[in-house]
């Protein structure tokens, strides 16, 4: 999994890019919020970020809201590192869009903790929306005629996948989301029903005068 390190203190990025690979991430680094941009807005942006509060020009508060506010990156799982301790500065980073708080010296071994969770959480929303990727592409075949149908000439009946013949607004209803209002158009109306009406009407004066 990628992740970004955006530490403007060499050393602290350099210490925290070994420790990462040898976690088996793979690691970006930037020594400001601006380089740190510019690598996010890249085809395949990491999946988590660990962002210093304090750095020069965009600082990590302002970075996170930034990254909040782009469609595309609003699941990434933010981690940010900070020397402040208040509790003020804990709601103002959370607020900003961080999903974790690690103040500064930190241990490795609770960073390290820190980022399983956040690759846990970055699987699972992965995990989530490659099934609702799935659902609405079998709900879109499902309601989707494919292929070649073979219909009736006369009746306008189609051979279902049972091979058995159906008729055609049966088999609409079935496979699409189209349903039926029924109504007689002018040229059936003209050459069936008229035509029908007419015959009744000659059979009904025969009835009524035999002679």
Known sequence: MRILIAVDDP????????AL????????????GEQAWNLLQSENPPAI?????????????????????TLVMQ???????????EKENLIEGLE?????????????GQ???RLHV??????????????????????TNLKQLRGLLPICSYCKKIRND????????????????????????????????QKELNEFKAQMRKKQDPL
């Open 11 to 18: 050393v602290a990025r350099h210490v925290t890019q070994v």
């Open 21 to 32: 690979t040898q976690w088996g991430f793979e690691v970006l680094e930037a020594e400001d």
């Open 49 to 69: 970020s660990i962002l210093d509060w304090q750095m020069p020009g965009m600082d990590g508060v302002e970075l996170c809201k930034k990254i909040r506010n």
């Open 75 to 85: 699941s990434m799982y933010i981690i940010m590192l900070t020397s402040k301790g």
């Open 96 to 108: 900003s869009g961080a999903d974790d708080y690690l103040i500064k010296p930190f241990d490795p």
């Open 111 to 113: 960073l390290r903790a």
């Open 118 to 139: 956040g690759e846990r959480i970055v699987r699972l929303q992965q995990s989530l929306a490659d099934r609702v990727n799935e659902l609405e592409a079998a709900l």
């Open 162 to 193: 049972d091979n058995y013949w159906q008729q055609l607004e049966s088999y609409l209803c079935e496979h699409t989301e189209a349903q039926f209002s029924h109504g007689i158009c002018p040229d059936c109306y003209q050459n069936i029903v």
